[in-house]
C-alpha cells in the first residue's frame, strides 16, 4: 500500500520558516502532482500549493512570495518552503499525492495524515 509520511511541523514566531516533507512510499508505479494543504480551526481544507509531474506549480495567493514548493523525483518527495510565517498560517497542513499504485497506471489521491504547524507571536 501507498503511504505518505509527513515531517517539519512545529511551532514558530510570526516571521520564521519551516520546511515540511512529505515522503511516498510503497508500490508506486507514478506521481502526477504532489502538494500540500492546510486545515485551520473552524475552517475548511484549502490548497496551499501543488507541483505537477511537469514541475509546474500553483500557490494559494495568500502564500505566494513566501513558500516554495519543490519535488525529488528519486525519493518520491515533496517539500514545502515556507518562509515570512504569519498568524494565519497556523493549521493542520496536509499532504496530497496523486498516484498511480501497482503495475496500472490509474491515479488515486493519498493523503498524510497531517502534521500542525503554529506562528506564535
Known amino acids: 500500500q501507498v503511504q505518505l509520511v509527513e515531517s517539519g511541523g512545529g511551532l514558530v514566531q510570526v516571521g520564521g520558516s519551516l520546511r515540511l516533507s512529505c515522503a511516498a512510499s510503497?508500490?508506486?508505479?507514478?506521481?502526477?502532482?504532489m502538494g500540500w494543504y492546510r486545515q485551520a480551526p473552524g475552517k475548511a481544507r484549502e490548497l496551499v500549493a501543488i507541483?505537477?509531474?511537469?514541475?509546474?506549480?500553483n500557490y494559494a495567493d495568500s502564500v505566494k512570495g513566501r513558500f516554495t514548493i519543490s519535488r525529488d523525483i528519486a525519493t518520491n518527495t515533496v517539500l514545502l518552503q515556507m518562509n515570512s510565517l504569519k498568524f494565519e498560517d497556523t493549521a493542520v497542513y496536509y499532504c496530497?499525492?496523486?498516484?498511480?499504485?501497482?503495475?496500472?497506471?490509474?491515479?488515486?489521491?493519498?493523503w498524510g495524515q497531517g502534521t500542525q504547524v503554529t506562528v506564535s507571536s
Open positions: 496530497n499525492a496523486h498516484i498511480a499504485p501497482g503495475s496500472l497506471l490509474r491515479y488515486y489521491d493519498y
Open positions: 510503497g508500490s508506486i508505479l507514478s506521481i502526477n502532482a
Open positions: 507541483i505537477t509531474s511537469g514541475s509546474s506549480t
